[in-house]
């Protein structure tokens, strides 16, 4: 039942995610910060499917190679929401100064050729197959997620909402709630990877890709948020 409703979620998350992806990019407004974030929703989409595909076929071969590509996925959505949130704070002028944005993407490089190259899955058995990963490279990328999340939240808060008011203010708002859902969203799965082969490990996965499906959603509805129209 628990493995079904995983499943059920992971796919919740894969449409959520890319169809977030579909109605950003079909704004009028073909803005920088559109495709940023449209960016960080697609990765998210791929980061699931990846767990998904993962998931179903459970084999050595397709657990080294979605294991790595899910890493560098969500990773890189993080990286994505914190550029789109500079761009609705800053504008886009806050790409001018490359030392602001490009050190990040040299961080992801490194980062993916550290996974291409170093042993990240340990085989406990293969009937059936059961496998370990390696903490040191789980722990990188979850400090740097969080680093991108929380400082999306500082920066939201003291130069967005604080600085803002109406539409803006409501729509930075609703966005915050979005990211700390996705803050949320990671110890949780810290959480189901500690517990793992546990009956609550297999609950913490349901509530996280539940709970990231959520924070897909509300940070795409906040971002989609428009004026209502008046009544002429």
């Known amino acids: 039942m628990l493995t079904e409703l995983t499943y059920t979620f992971e796919i919740i998350a894969i449409i959520a995610a890319f169809y977030s992806t579909y109605k950003i990019l079909n ?3 073909k803005l920088l910060c559109n495709n940023l974030m449209a960016a960080g929703t697609t990765f ?6 990846f767990v998904f595909l993962y998931d179903m076929i459970q084999t050595l071969w397709s657990i080294e190679i979605f294991l790595r590509l899910g890493m ?19 504008s886009s002028s806050w790409f001018q100064n490359k030392k602001m944005w490009v050190p990040y993407i040299i961080i ?16 406990v058995s293969y009937e059936p197959i059961n496998i370990s990963i390696s903490m040191i ?3 990188i990328m979850v400090i740097f997620m969080l680093y991108f999340l929380i400082s999306s939240l500082v920066i939201l808060f003291r130069f967005g909402i604080k600085k803002t008011e109406g539409l803006s203010q409501k729509k930075m708002k609703i966005f915050a709630i979005g990211v700390i859902l996705s803050v949320v969203s ?3 799965n810290v959480a ?12 913490l996965d349901v509530v996280f890709f539940f709970s990231l499906a959520c924070s ?5 509805f906040g971002f989609l948020l428009e004026p209502k129209k008046e009544n002429e």
């Open 27 to 29: 704004r009028k407004s």
């Open 192 to 203: 189901s990877q500690i517990f793992s082969d546990s009956t609550a490990g297999e609950i």
């Open 137 to 139: 490279p789980l722990v």
């Open 44 to 49: 998210i989409g791929l980061y699931v499917l």
């Open 216 to 220: 897909v959603v509300v940070i795409a």
């Open 108 to 123: 992801i490089i490194g980062y993916t050729i550290y996974l291409i190259l170093t042993p990240l899955v340990n085989v």
């Open 72 to 90: 560098f996925s969500i990773l890189t959505a993080t990286m994505f929401f914190f550029y789109s949130m500079n761009c609705m704070v800053s």
């Open 186 to 188: 990671i110890f949780i």
